[in-house]
């Protein structure tokens, strides 16, 4: 019996195999306008224009840039830019001046020939300032590393949505199990999180940093307007559904009902946001 | 004159009505296994002389209503010798019987022949106990579910998972039940397994055509699953061994013919295996993973008229994780503490009181309760030179349900068999409730509680239902359900009709049809369709109104031969209010309240299915195909515009046969086709652009829901049995192959951007499996 079952499990393990190339017909599906534009107080606006590319088009996809399309910016006291094409850097720039003030309200209005008009709204966030910075040397996991507290002051009874990056160190990247992370243990590049859990309330981000050649690094505390926390986090959402098996009470699995980018853009897919940036730049440590 | 004339005409015939209803006298008792006695269901007992039957009931009691005189009754069950009695009735009279184990008579049975089956029962499959345990399909585990998904009309959800969808319905719209109460999540693994043990299933009925009255909730399928009572005579039991669990199971009297007791369990070992590795490897890492089932089952006969059954399921799935660390260097020391548990299970207990009133009136109380609970918790702790610190996270969800009901049969006439009954229930619906706790070196404290709002809800449903033999040819169900569901914000009060014609059109040939009119007051928050222990049952509300669902059936029943039979049923099945996931990322505020993330719509089905079954003294064989279309409409979701249901397979054909070479080998083959399911892919792809470092990954656009359809699936298993007959019982090796020519079947489809090209991926290809069984 012992040589039967032996022989039969090294038969049927030869026959293993998972993975197949198989044809399939799949429509290809309208090619929509992408649009991208971030309005930032003392920054100058750029809007970026393209359209989104078949899902068989190759590694990198196809992007197509729309250069012909009419684009305008306006204020709520009924002030307007208009944006021309920029060859060099691909994008759409204002050709006439327009102050961005935090509370303010912009449209975005893009007219793209055989397209429907696109529309979006924003409103400029307040910014809230990095109070202070505190760092020490700590060794994690045998790794020497310097921790990092930021602390800043959420503003009270409202909604507040953060970007928190670093640039610097060791490929930008940090460790961090702060749980503003949404007890996610791994290394990040940055963080995107709301004042949920935290309204109203003095916090300080822990983080920690491994670095090598940089001689300093700069932290930039952005306060984010509602559309483009949602946008960051969908996109987020989309690129972990494929992940295997759990995270925290979510499962993430393959075969989950997909979802779509959340955008705030009319006829388009993208995002018309703004947002409002605190940066301190500190030298590397000894 | 005249009219003195008709009124005596019309006394002498209503005395010569009575007089012939005063003629009629009831045959009644109990069938029983002879050697275990226990109670059997769904024995036929027919008499040939009047050509009257009825069967047993879920407790082996029957009532024949027949005409003063000579009979000869005859009882008959499958896989049991018949019994014939011939009896004078001059009286009311109690016949108990006790049939002996016999040949196997069938594979599946399909109750539409009107000589064996009453109407009520059109349309529905019972499912072989015996053939169930000999089915091996993965990992050699015999499965209820699995074998389900063989039958015509139902298939399951991805491959190796216990989803069932039956005629075009979603999994959630089948309502399952352990001894009467509903079992509200049916998985163990993820959806691998089942919760039943397979070694004490008494008997396995679905319904898909005609959902008798008595029934209400699934509004695609009932599964009515019965376990074995204890065997009153003697003990016995199995132990079986197999690659993935190890059962056992055993049952006998605590005082012959009165109180009988069975026990059963099942445990998978993958953590016994894990956590000596971990030890052994010096890991401080201890992960595992283990499921277990419970089933405890007592009944004590106070007298030939009452009985009390009490019953428990206890079942549990567990994940954990645990990690201790401890450090020291020169500069710091830390202790660091991982602990992660992931839990579900659930429990139920059933009293059920049975108590004869006459001989035509049998009555069941019951009382019971069952709680499913999801619960998840992470909690790390950091000790170092340093500081301390700890995060501590909990979420927990489910539901509780408190249940009361009494059913009565009652054995009106040799023409009517009436059901009544009333059904109240009470829910606690848990929708999913969060905490953290997080502090850092006693400076920086998070405390947070997101939480749905807990959710009572009652419902009540009073049944009657007629099983009336119009003609000799012609026999109806009449049935209808009254029911109500009430919630702190919102009611529904629902009339359910429910019909079933059977018209014997020749010897061997009888037609079938029948009408359901159904609701279901509860939804499944899904996003996967594989049974997670995340899914979230959810009460129906303003905005989520409750499923309907209008079904009428035709079929025909054929006895082609002695030993081959034909079943072909069609339907159309048009479902409303059915829910779906919505397809947009919901802003964080959408996300806490569970209704934001569905949708509501409507969808059909239609299809035709067949049932070929041969059966024999050595093969068995059955064939089943359906062929089917299923789509939904939601007017949030793909423009509008109408879409295929993700399981809408148009083509489904399942073969198995079963050979026994001698009283010790049998050999079992089973192949499936079905066509591919449906799913949404992305048709466009952007990059999303920031001024932030968020790098450079491409997003997808989704243009159409369920746009791509899978290859065909299609596997063959293939298992032996070796039996011997030992001195103590008899041992039998299960030996096999689940996809016996690798075929890979996709569980998930990828598009390889680099190949310019689709590829897919399956999760079980070729998987030998042996076990091993002794029954005693």
Not at chain 2, 492 to 500: G, I, K, S, T, V
Request: proline share 4%.
């Amino acid at each position: 019996m012992v040589r039967f079952i032996l022989l039969f499990t090294i038969a049927a393990s030869t026959l293993y195999s998972c993975q197949e190339p198989v044809d399939l017909y799949l429509e290809e599906g309208e090619r929509k306008i992408v649009a991208h534009g971030y309005l930032s107080p003392g920054v100058q606006a750029e809007i970026n224009l393209e359209l989104s590319f078949p899902y068989n088009s190759g590694d990198g996809g196809d992007t197509e840039e729309i250069t012909n399309a009419v684009v305008k910016l306006n204020d709520q006291y009924g002030h307007t830019q208009e944006f021309s094409y920029n060859d060099s850097i691909r994008s759409y720039l204002p050709v006439n001046y327009m102050n961005i003030l935090p509370g303010d309200v912009y449209d975005l209005k893009v007219k793209v020939p055989g397209y429907d008009s696109v529309f979006a709204r924003t409103r400029i966030p307040s910014k809230i300032k990095i109070d202070s910075i505190r760092h020490y040397p700590v060794t994690v996991d045998y790794r020497e590393l310097e921790r990092y507290e930021i602390t800043f002051s959420d503003p009270p009874n409202e909604e507040n949505f953060y970007f928190f990056y670093t640039i610097g160190g060791s490929y930008n990247h940090f460790y961090s199990d702060d749980p503003l992370l949404q007890w996610d243990f791994v290394e990040k590049d940055y963080i995107v999180f709301s004042d949920e859990i935290i309204d109203g309330q003095k916090y300080t981000i822990v983080i920690d940093y491994f670095f090598n050649s940089e001689d300093s690094v700069s932290i930039h505390l952005q306060s984010l307007s509602p559309e483009a926390y949602f946008y960051f986090q969908s996109i987020d959402a989309q690129h972990n559904i494929h992940e295997f098996p759990i995270e925290n009470v979510e499962l993430n699995i393959p075969i989950a009902q997909p979802f779509q980018i959340f955008t705030n853009l009319e006829n388009a897919v993208g995002i018309f946001a703004s947002f409002n940036s605190d940066v301190k730049t500190l030298p590397a440590p000894e | 004159m005249n009219s003195i004339k008709q009124l005596l005409l019309l006394s002498l015939l209503i005395i010569f009505k009575l007089n012939t209803l005063a003629q009629t006298y009831s045959i009644s008792g109990k069938v029983v296994d002879f050697e275990s006695h226990e109670p059997l269901i769904n024995v036929t007992v027919h008499s040939h002389d009047s050509n009257k039957g009825i069967y047993t009931n879920d407790y082996g009691y029957y009532s024949l209503i027949l005409p003063k005189g000579k009979h000869q009754l005859s009882y008959s069950f499958v896989g049991y010798g018949e019994i014939l009695k011939a009896i004078d009735l001059q009286t009311d009279t109690i016949i108990n019987i006790a049939l002996k184990p016999g040949e196997l008579l069938q594979t599946v049975e399909v109750t539409a022949n009107q000589n064996s089956r009453l109407v009520a029962e059109l349309g529905a499959i019972r499912l072989n106990p015996q053939l169930i345990e000999e089915s091996a399909i993965i990992f050699g585990e015999a499965d209820l579910i699995k074998y389900a998904q063989q039958m015509p009309g139902v298939q399951g959800g991805h491959e190796g998972f216990s989803g069932m969808h039956v005629r075009g319905g979603s999994h959630d719209q089948n309502l399952i039940l352990l001894d009467g109460v509903p079992v509200y999540n049916i998985n163990h693994f993820f959806g691998l397994f089942s919760v039943f043990h397979p070694g004490v299933i008494k008997s396995a009925t679905l319904y898909k055509s005609n959902i008798p009255a008595r029934y209400r909730g699934g509004v695609s399928s009932v599964l009515d699953v019965r376990l074995r009572e204890g065997n009153l005579q003697k003990y016995t039991g199995e132990i079986a061994i197999g690659l993935i669990s190890s059962k056992i199971n055993i049952e006998g009297p605590i005082k012959k013919d009165t109180a009988s007791f069975l026990f059963a369990y099942r445990r998978t070992y993958l953590d016994l295996f894990t956590r000596p590795l971990a030890a052994a490897t010096g890991s401080n890492v201890s992960v595992g993973y283990f499921f277990h089932d419970l089933n405890a089952k007592v009944n004590y006969v106070f007298s030939p008229k009452s009985r009390l059954y009490l019953s428990t399921y206890i079942g549990k799935d567990a994940f954990f994780m645990k990690n201790k660390e401890s450090v020291q260097t020169d500069d710091v020391d830390y202790v660091i503490n991982q602990k992660s548990d992931l839990g579900w299970g659930n429990i139920t207990g059933v009293m059920r009181w049975n108590y004869i009133y006459s001989n035509q009136l049998f009555s069941n109380f019951t009382f019971s309760v069952s709680h499913f609970d999801f619960d998840n918790s992470n909690l790390t702790s950091e000790n170092t030179s340093d500081g301390d610190k700890k995060i501590d996270n909990n979420y927990s969800s489910g539901i509780e349900e408190l249940a009361t009901a009494i059913d009565f049969d009652y054995f009106l006439a040799h023409d009517h068999y009436l059901r009544f009954g009333i059904k109240l229930r009470g829910r606690r619906f848990n929708p999913g409730i969060e905490s953290m706790h997080y502090n850092y070196q006693n400076d920086i404290e998070l405390n947070s509680t997101v939480s749905n709002a807990k959710v009572t809800a009652l419902q009540y449903a009073v049944y009657i239902e007629d099983e009336w033999e119009v003609t000799g040819e012609i026999k109806a169900s009449i049935g209808l359900n009254i029911n109500g569901f009430y919630t702190d914000s919102v009611s529904y009060n629902y009339l359910e009709p429910r019909l079933a014609i059977n018209w014997q059109i020749a010897e061997k040939v009888a037609l079938m049809g029948s009408y359901n009119y159904l609701h279901q007051y509860l939804h499944l928050v899904t996003n996967s369709g594989l049974g997670m222990p995340t899914d979230l049952w959810v009460p129906s509300t303003k905005r989520i109104p409750p499923v309907s669902v209008s079904q009428p059936s035709l079929g025909i029943s054929w006895q082609i031969l002695p030993k081959v039979h034909l079943n072909m049923d069609a339907y159309y099945k048009s479902m409303h209010n059915v829910t779906e996931y919505r397809m947009e990322y919901l802003l964080e505020e959408d996300q806490k309240d569970w209704q934001n993330k569905l949708v509501s719509g409507n969808g059909k089905s239609y299809g035709i299915e067949i049932l070929l079954e041969k059966s024999g003294q050595k093969t068995n064989a059955w064939l089943s195909y359906t062929l089917s279309k299923s789509t939904r409409t939601f007017e949030e979701l793909n423009q509008g515009k109408p879409f295929p249901y993700v399981y809408d397979r148009r083509h489904i054909f399942n073969v198995n046969l079963t050979h026994e070479f001698n009283d010790h080998i049998k050999l079992n083959a089973y192949w499936v086709f079905r066509s591919g399911r449906f799913a949404t892919f992305e048709t466009n792809s952007y990059m999303p652009y920031s001024p932030f470092p968020t790098g450079n990954e491409t997003v997808d656009y989704y243009g159409q829901m369920n746009n791509l359809q899978y290859p065909n699936y299609h596997r063959l298993d293939l298992s032996l049995m070796l039996e011997k007959e030992k001195k103590r019982g008899v041992r039998t090796w299960k030996i096999g192959l689940y996809n016996a020519y690798s075929q890979v079947n996709p569980f998930i489809v990828e598009y390889d951007s680099s190949m310019n090209r689709f590829n897919k991926i399956g999760i079980f290809p070729i998987l030998p499996f042996i076990s091993y069984h002794f029954k005693f």
